[in-house]
């Protein structure tokens, strides 16, 4: 076994024994495109070794979602099949667990109009609301991972030729994940006791409100009424800790939906949907978006936010530093799975039910009324740098820096 392939065996093992801690009798989805293929085999593998009763995998395969785009008729987009959305919660409600491994490609959807993306987009997430509720309250275990597309890899190293851009992004991933090390489950059993310092320091001192500033940033955002930090390993309602998103590097939060403020400027290109968004940013008035701006992808931000009424209002609000492991290797990567723990970050749409106290057992209801955000859609974009400030108020009106220059200051 060379050291890429042994390297490869550590990054399935993390999958499934950090990322949704696979029980014995439990089951696993697997969901990814063709080029996931080899790790999906492992991962496989791995599943029933701990003693999965069964393992899923389903193609989401991107050059026949292209073809989908291109020769579908128009009722195609506004329909989404019942019958995957009865699977999918039949299986969630049988305890099976889910790994969605990504390969994407960043704009491979950048000739199709945007029109008929965004209301693909919209009936797929009108049709899987039931089943998110799974994965929103715990109930579900389920982790994100990614590995090299050749149009991925060529997207951040487009410089290098194919072969040798492949390479370099799956070093990048391994180091990312800490895969690269000598025992990455005992790396990342550290790194959670490290995240876990500052989600309790957080939880601690129950900030009202956290304020931005930064190069065209200058905002005010109140925290939900019995928000809840989390970061690193979150537990299940079955009492078993698993990581939503390998890498992660942030401690996250519910903003108040209504008590946002002031204008808001995106440090990094988002990737979304099969298209790139780049200099972009929004302004903020009792937490709706009155306005915004996008050099590139304006239409996609549009239609993003014309899903639904939370769709124009924050979800999440979280904590990175510009001093972390992905920040410190200078790559965009091109996919929100590893920019988004380069860099501090909130996200548009649906608040984590468990990122409320006591959230995951309350209806949506009583969740609106504490402030925590519903929608169809959760898309998150980052705002941090080195030129990064954030001052958190504490009810008495007492300040504490949180972050200065881009990192914490403790």
């Known amino acids: 076994m060379n050291n890429f392939e042994y390297n490869l065996e550590k990054y399935a093992e993390l999958a499934v024994k950090v990322g949704v801690n696979l029980k014995e009798k439990e089951g696993l989805i697997i969901t990814g495109n063709t080029d996931t293929l080899p ?10 070794e701990i003693g999965a009763k069964h393992v899923e995998f389903q193609l989401n395969d991107d050059a026949m979602n292209l073809i989908r785009f291109k020769h579908g008729k128009d009722y195609v987009f506004k329909n989404f099949p019942d019958w995957k959305v009865n699977s999918l919660e039949a299986m969630y409600k049988n305890n099976y667990h889910h790994i969605f491994i990504l390969a994407s490609d960043p704009e491979l959807l950048k000739d199709i109009d945007g029109e008929i ?16 509720k799974y994965r929103m309250t715990g109930i579900t275990k389920w982790n994100i991972i990614a590995m090299p597309s050749a149009s991925w890899a060529k997207s951040v190293f487009p410089d290098l030729d194919e072969k040798d851009a492949i390479e370099k992004l799956w070093e990048n991933i391994f180091a990312a994940t800490r895969v690269d090390q000598e025992d990455p489950i005992k790396a990342w059993e550290i790194h959670d006791k490290n995240l876990k310092k500052y989600r309790n320091f957080l939880n601690e001192k129950q900030f009202e409100k956290l304020v931005y500033k930064g190069p065209g940033t200058d905002l005010e955002v109140y925290l939900a009424d019995g928000h809840y930090w989390m970061g690193g390993a979150k537990t299940s309602q079955g009492g078993h800790s698993y990581v939503a998103n390998i890498p992660t590097e942030e401690v996250f939060t519910t903003p108040h939906r209504l008590k946002v403020n002031g204008s808001l400027k995106a440090t990094k290109p988002l990737s979304l949907n099969g298209k790139i968004v780049d200099n972009f940013g929004f302004t903020f008035k009792d937490g709706n978006v009155v306005d915004f701006y996008a050099e590139k992808g304006y239409d996609v931000l549009e239609k993003l936010m014309e ?18 492991p992905i920040s410190n290797t200078g790559i965009l990567f091109n996919e929100t799975l590893f920019d988004e723990n380069a860099s501090c970050h909130f996200a548009l749409g649906r608040a984590y039910a468990y990122a409320m106290r006591d959230g995951s057992n309350m209806t949506q209801e009583e969740l609106t009324d504490r402030g925590a955000n519903f929608s169809l859609i959760h898309v998150d974009f980052m705002v941090g740098g080195p030129e990064l ?5 504490e009810k008495d009106g007492n300040e504490v820096q949180l972050f200065k220059n881009g990192n914490w200051v403790f």
């Open 39 to 48: 790790l999906a085999r492992l991962i496989m593998k791995k599943a029933y």
């Open 117 to 132: 993306v965004a209301k693909s987009q919209k009936s797929a997430s009108q049709a899987m609301a039931p089943v998110m």
């Open 307 to 324: 899903n639904d009424e939370g769709a124009k209002y924050l979800g999440e609000v979280a904590l990175v530093q510009d001093d972390s």
């Open 389 to 393: 400030n954030i001052t958190a108020y």
